[in-house]
T-cell receptor, first 117, second 108 residues
Framework: GAVVSQHPSRVICKSGTSVKIECRSL??????MFWYRQFPKKSLMLMAT?????????EQGVEKDKFLINHASLTLSTLTVTSAHPEDSSFYIC?????????????FGQGTRLTVV | KNQVEQSPQSLIILEGKNCTLQ??????????LRWYKQDTGRGPVSLTI?????NTKSNGRYTATLDADTKQSSLHITASQLSDSASYIC???????FGAGTRLTVKP
């Protein structure tokens, strides 16, 4: 199946710094990418949906200035957690969907474990 | 209220037994419904994807059903194995909304 690579898999950063997480579709073009956050023993919570070349659509309650999303190409989307705080510590997962839109399969990255100290 | 409700929240079964997980949704519009398996600390892996017109779809020991009229889906796991222990998540498109998942534990 298609591969979505997420990097880094783990990151530890100091409070107040920014962290960038990359999501790449390795063997297909992803017109839409989704970013999720997952707390321990909880399901994934959709943070935002991004379409290549346009601004991301954020879910209610998600601060767009806090979680900057860039989807500059059909194979790469980035999530930047700005001025990170300990409460931002979480498991972040991206998902990419192909050119067939909603009929396409959505593939997930391996996830990024962010710890803010 | 979550637009995708899954039950049970957790389930423990013995190896070799069958089990059925439920998913009820109110998400609209609807294009397809997906079941994923997620191991702890990993990204979800797709098991099945079903469109509005499909009633059932199988993938090995996994069989998903869909009733678009009642907005209910189920995932049946046959002859469970220890490696089936994971969270099983129902996702309803278009907006890729996730259910809370069912945590399945298979014991020897």
């Amino acid at each position: 199946g298609a591969v979505v690579s997420q990097h880094p898999s783990r990151v530890i950063c100091k409070s107040g710094t920014s962290v960038k997480i990359e999501c790449r579709s390795l063997d297909f073009q992803a017109t839409t990418m989704f970013w999720y956050r997952q707390f321990p023993k909880k399901s994934l919570m959709l943070m935002a949906t991004s379409n290549e070349g346009s601004k991301a659509t954020y879910e209610q309650g998600v601060e767009k200035d806090k979680f900057l999303i860039n989807h500059a190409s059909l194979t790469l989307s980035t999530l930047t957690v700005t001025s990170a705080h300990p409460e931002d510590s979480s498991f972040y997962i991206c998902s990419a969907r192909g050119l067939l839109g909603v009929s396409s399969e959505a593939f997930f990255g391996q996830g990024t474990r962010l710890t803010v100290v | 209220k979550n637009q995708v409700e899954q039950s049970p929240q957790s389930l423990i079964i013995l190896e070799g037994k069958n089990c059925t997980l439920q998913c009820n949704y109110t998400v609209s519009p609807f294009s397809n419904l997906r079941w994923y398996k997620q191991d702890t600390g990993r990204g979800p892996v797709s098991l099945t994807i079903m469109t509005f017109s499909e009633n059932t779809k199988s993938n090995g020991r996994y069989t998903a059903t869909l009733d678009a009229d009642t907005k209910q889906s189920s995932l049946h796991i046959t002859a469970s194995q220890l490696s089936d222990s994971a969270s099983y998540i129902c996702v309803v498109s278009v907006h890729m909304r996730f259910g809370a998942g069912t945590r399945l534990t298979v014991k020897p």
